[in-house]
């Protein structure tokens, strides 16, 4: 098992918004019950916490209110990719600066780099600041899949220490394993198969379905660390219509309808999000309700 602080059940977390600003109150209240269910470590501002459309000021207070919030009880791995490499180093200093302990950069959407132009881009971030780094690899947002082979390369990198991955490869996972090392960390980014992902030599998941649920996840995911796979098939099986039920609609508005209905934020998003569907919201509290939360 890797020996790294960046391991376990980790909730990609939201932006609560009222009133079209972020709401600062709801997200403090997110993060202390993140932290009450279990869960071992956050991430703020990723795609789940709506970065896209958020300014680089909410960005950063966002970053800067989680850190705060956490003090030092859970580690906070700050989004902080771009598409532009300067931009990305920009925001991985400022992660550094409020006392982040690593950042999560995702690929460059858009620009279709390749696996030469990847493997520079985290280059520049590594040379540029002190910080862990985690590789985010989602080519079915990106339009860009980072090779294991690159990944090889970048690991060998001081500050380049893992990988979050949401491909759903699974045979992938067991190669770049044994292709970049025991130190190498290996998240998951796709909550309906982590199991298979953790099973494959994973350390852990950053997960969308956690900010719903997290004692839930956090007890699946202490079940795979721990080996007892029973167990962890039926955090599986409690869990997995609620994963793919958050995908109903475009994220991450079935998952600020979910917490909605808990009492935990407004259901607000930001265009081009709409809010979600009411087709799919039957659904979505059928999920809640197997996974004993209604």
Not at 2 to 10: D, E, L, T
Not at 232 to 253: C, M, N
């Amino acid at each position: 098992m890797v020996h790294s602080p960046f391991k376990g059940v980790i909730p990609a977390l939201i932006t609560p918004f009222r009133d079209g600003a972020v709401d600062e109150a709801a997200f403090v209240a997110l993060v202390e019950r993140q932290i009450a269910g279990g869960v071992h470590g956050v991430v703020p501002v990723g795609t789940t916490g709506e970065t896209s459309t958020l300014s680089h000021d909410e960005h950063k207070r966002v970053v800067e209110l989680c850190v705060q919030t956490v003090k030092g009880r859970v580690p906070v791995i700050a989004g902080a990719g771009s598409n532009s490499t300067a931009e990305a180093i920009e925001l991985v200093q400022h992660a550094k600066a409020v006392g982040a302990d690593a950042a999560l950069v995702v690929t460059p959407y858009y620009n279709r780099p390749s696996q030469e132009g990847l493997y520079r881009h985290y280059e520049a971030i590594n040379d540029a600041v002190q910080l862990p780094v985690l590789v985010y690899n989602v080519p079915s947002r990106a339009s860009v899949d980072i090779s294991n082979e690159t990944l090889v390369r970048l690991s060998k990198l001081p500050n380049i220490i893992g990988i979050k991955d949401a491909t759903g490869d699974l045979a992938r996972a067991s190669l770049q394993r044994l292709l970049c090392g025991p130190d190498w960390v290996m998240l998951s980014g796709d909550d309906p198969t982590a199991l298979g992902y953790m099973a494959h030599g994973g350390h852990g998941v950053i997960s969308v379905t956690c900010n719903v649920a997290p004692e839930a996840c956090s007890a699946f995911i202490n079940a795979c660390l721990q080996g007892s796979w029973e167990a962890a098939l039926y955090g599986q099986d409690r869990l997995v219509k609620l994963h793919k039920a958050l995908f109903l609609d475009a994220s991450p508005s079935p998952t600020k309808f979910a917490m909605a209905q808990l009492g935990l934020c407004q259901p607000d998003v930001r265009l081009p999000i709409p809010p979600c569907n009411e087709a799919v919201k039957p659904a979505i509290l059928e999920a809640m309700r197997e996974a004993g939360l209604v």
